[in-house]
């Protein structure tokens, strides 16, 4: 590269001190197209249309440095030759008719002349010398054969890959798992016993009962036991408020879910995405419901192989009544308070990385019956804050032991109350076509019946 003169060095450091300023730049790139230095005067030429892009200074000296010769201007009014004047001509005499002048003889016309092209300035080639100095200002996606962006292909939803959680992991239950096994794992592991016995995997599965139970961490078992990738969808993620957004939310689920099978669909909070439209007074969610109807209908067809339907609520109740019919979610199991097996798996659980000393998990077990997976989960947690607490009081550290746990346990109030109050109800005044009879059952075990 050739030595730069004193003015063009000068000019190099008042540009890199105000680099957003256009005119001094393109002075710059003046001085260098003057002193032969194209390459230098492109680029600096470049970075001001970057920030000028409508500069036509700009372009004009790009035009010049890249040695395309510019654009022809139309020339104007001020510019243009005046028209050929015409003499006046005398007027007759009155007395004498005036004649018609002769015409004129025509000249052969002149042959027409094709019009000059006009320059155009070859901005890929620019790009090509510019390219490493200075980055493209806008990215365009790729078009597929089809004239689709690729970019729309992206899945806007969080899909999990297979995980590692099985139903082995999950402690007691053995009745939720035995139910699972019969009416969803069993006929998806044997296709061919499937097939001889006529067994559809039309409709999906319905997970009920009181909240902190384990019904979102069956479902990702679930999709472990397949191999499936895990999709979780929530009234948070398909409604919007603008009219339709909603239903093509919806519809896009099941086609990432589609795209992505194997694949379990888990809709979390179905009395939200699915109440009852005769309940609905916004027609949005009765159109929501609309969408989710026609998706559930098609989880047999052929383009939905390997997708499968998973959903929990609280309130089956305020569900409405033609997701929950044959085809449809029509699989339901009722996921109860952990049994002694479980309590025993959920506090060695979240005992396991904590300092503890002489603690009877057996014990803990039997004094914690009716409480949910949550409220044990609080259990351990109190325990932890109350050794903590004592630790820092008293400037000894001293580990968890028995007695923190009983006191945190003695506190807790078992969350799933509230829950079989109002289900007490449902069971003997609601139970149309034996639709709670496991509720009914285990609330007479119990005898809150």
Same mark, same amino acid.
């Given at each position: ?52 892009? =409508? ?29 050929? #004047? ?42 090509? #010398? ?16 089809? =004239? ?16 590692? *959680? ?7 239950? #053995? ?30 599965? $319905? $997970? ?29 993620? *398909? ?30 909070? $179905? ?19 609309? #969408?989710? $109807? @026609? ?23 305020? *569900? ?74 008293? @400037? ?37 076509? @034996? ?15």
């Amino acid at each position: 590269m050739p030595d730069d003169s004193p003015l063009i060095q000068s000019l190099r450091t008042a540009v890199a001190a105000a680099p957003a300023d256009v005119p001094l730049r393109l002075h710059l790139a003046q001085l260098l197209l003057d002193a032969d230095r194209s390459d230098d005067a492109v680029a600096e030429a470049a970075v001001a249309l970057q920030q000028a892009p =409508g500069d036509a200074q700009a372009r004009d000296l790009m035009v010049r440095a890249m040695g395309t010769p510019a654009p022809a201007r139309t020339p104007s009014a001020a510019q243009s030759p005046p028209p050929a #004047q015409i003499p006046p001509q005398a007027p007759a005499p009155a007395h004498i008719p005036t004649q018609s002048p002769a015409p004129a003889p025509s000249s052969s016309p002149s042959p027409e002349q094709p019009p000059r092209p006009r320059g155009r300035f070859d901005w890929k080639a620019a790009e090509e #010398q510019v390219g490493d100095a200075v980055p493209p200002r806008f990215v365009e996606p790729p078009v597929r054969a089809d =004239g689709q962006d690729e970019a729309a292909d992206a899945d806007a939803w969080d899909v999990e890959e297979p995980g590692t *959680v099985r139903l082995a992991d999950v402690g007691g239950m #053995q009745d939720v798992k035995d139910r699972m096994e019969a009416a969803f794992l069993a006929p998806l592991r044997n296709p061919e016993l499937r097939k001889l016995y006529g067994k559809s995997l039309r409709g999906g599965l $319905l $997970l009920y009962g009181p909240p902190g139970c384990g019904k979102t961490f069956i479902a990702r078992a679930v999709a472990g036991e397949l191999g499936a990738a895990f999709l979780s969808v929530s009234v948070n993620d *398909v409604l919007d408020m603008w009219m339709g957004n909603s239903e093509r939310n919806m519809h896009e689920v099941f086609e990432t879910a589609r795209r992505q099978a194997p694949c379990v669909v888990f809709l979390d909070e $179905l009395d939200a995405l699915g109440a009852k439209r005769s309940r609905t007074g916004h027609s949005g969610m009765r159109n929501v419901v609309n #969408q989710l $109807l @026609g998706e559930l209908d098609g989880i047999d067809s052929a383009a939905n192989e390997g997708v499968f339907v998973l959903a929990a609520t609280n309130v089956p109740w305020d *569900v409405d009544n033609a997701l929950r019919r044959p085809g449809r979610l029509d699989r339901t199991i009722l996921v109860l308070p952990p049994d002694a097996p479980a309590r025993e798996a959920i506090l060695r659980y979240h005992l396991r990385d904590r300092p503890i000393e002489n603690v009877d998990v057996g014990r803990l077990v039997k004094i914690t019956e009716g409480l949910s997976g949550a409220d044990l989960a609080h259990v351990c947690e109190s325990g932890a804050e109350r050794a903590l607490l004592d630790s820092a009081r008293s @400037g000894n550290v001293r580990m968890i032991n028995m007695k923190d746990l009983l006191a945190a346990a003695k506190d807790v109030v078992p969350s799933a109350e509230p829950w079989f109050a109002s289900a007490r109800n449902v069971a003997m005044f609601a139970n149309e076509g @034996g639709m709670y009879d496991d509720l009914v059952t285990y609330l007479k075990k119990r005898r809150k019946l």
